[in-house]
């Protein structure tokens, strides 16, 4: 796989610029100093070549806003941006993860400059990270969708279960003998049971009326024999 191509590109008028010798040493910091003292003076340099200079070596130093704030300051100084300006500043937008702003300034630089390979290049690679990345979130996308379609499907399926044991449930009650019995039973039991006693008391109670009864009948014939008995003995002692 190809990775982009992050080189800094210094625009130079002369091969002796102090600055880009300062630049192939990597003594940034002298750079700076030189670029920036040269904004000040007369110098063979254009301010438009001096801003992009300054600030291609601040996104090389990954100091971002400042890079940025130069980038912007060269290109309102020029009629018309360069190829390298917008290669550069694709490079550092890219590296700031601001891929679609890169990609629109590599496509700049290629329009200006269709020979420029490394503009290309970091086209082409942007480009398939930028369709990479919206197909990875139409995929999460999609399977979100299906994952909540399913939970909603089981959610449902849940409910419509519950739904129906507890109209199954309902029914049974209704139906069934058993549970009638069961619900009127002990009422049923109780009554009957309350009626047993009612008639065991009365037939006891009748009983022992009977009894009584009886007993009265009993004693008085037994008064009577006894009367009858004296009434005999009496008149025998008379004869």
């Given amino acids: 796989m190809k990775k982009l191509i992050l080189i800094i590109i210094i625009s130079s008028i002369y091969c002796q610029d102090l600055g880009e010798k300062m630049i192939k040493n990597e003594d940034f910091s002298s750079a700076l100093s030189y670029y920036k003292k040269l904004l000040i003076e007369e110098n063979?340099?254009?301010?438009?070549?001096?801003?992009?200079?300054?600030?291609?070596?601040?996104?090389?130093?990954?100091?971002?806003?400042i890079a940025e704030k130069y980038f912007n300051l060269s290109k309102q100084d020029s009629i018309q941006s360069t190829s390298d300006l917008n290669y550069n500043h694709g490079n550092l937008l890219y590296r700031n993860k601001r891929l679609s702003e890169s990609l629109s300034l590599y496509k700049q630089a290629l329009l200006k400059n269709p020979n420029d390979v490394d503009a290309r290049i970091n086209y082409e690679i942007v480009k398939n990270e930028i369709e990479k990345s919206q197909n990875n979130q139409q995929n999460d996308k999609s399977d979100k969708d299906k994952e909540d379609a399913e939970n909603n499907k089981q959610k449902?399926?849940?409910?419509?279960?519950?739904?129906?044991?507890?109209?199954?449930?309902?029914?049974?009650?209704?139906?069934?003998p058993q549970a009638d019995d069961q619900s009127d039973g002990p009422k049923e039991n109780n009554q009957d049971n309350k009626t047993d006693k009612n008639e065991n008391k009365q037939f006891k109670n009748e009983q022992s009326s009977e009894n009584i009864l009886n007993a009265l009948k009993e004693n008085e014939k037994v008064n009577k024999r006894r009367k009858q008995k004296n009434y005999s003995n009496t008149s025998g002692k008379q004869w």
Avoid at 47 to 65: C, V, W
Avoid at 156 to 174: M, R, T
């Fill in 44 to 65: 063979d340099l254009s301010k438009e070549d001096i801003l992009f200079n300054i600030a291609s070596i601040y996104s090389y130093l990954d100091s971002t806003e």
């Fill in 156 to 176: 449902n399926k849940d409910e419509s279960d519950k739904k129906k044991n507890k109209d199954d449930k309902s029914n049974n009650s209704k139906g069934d």
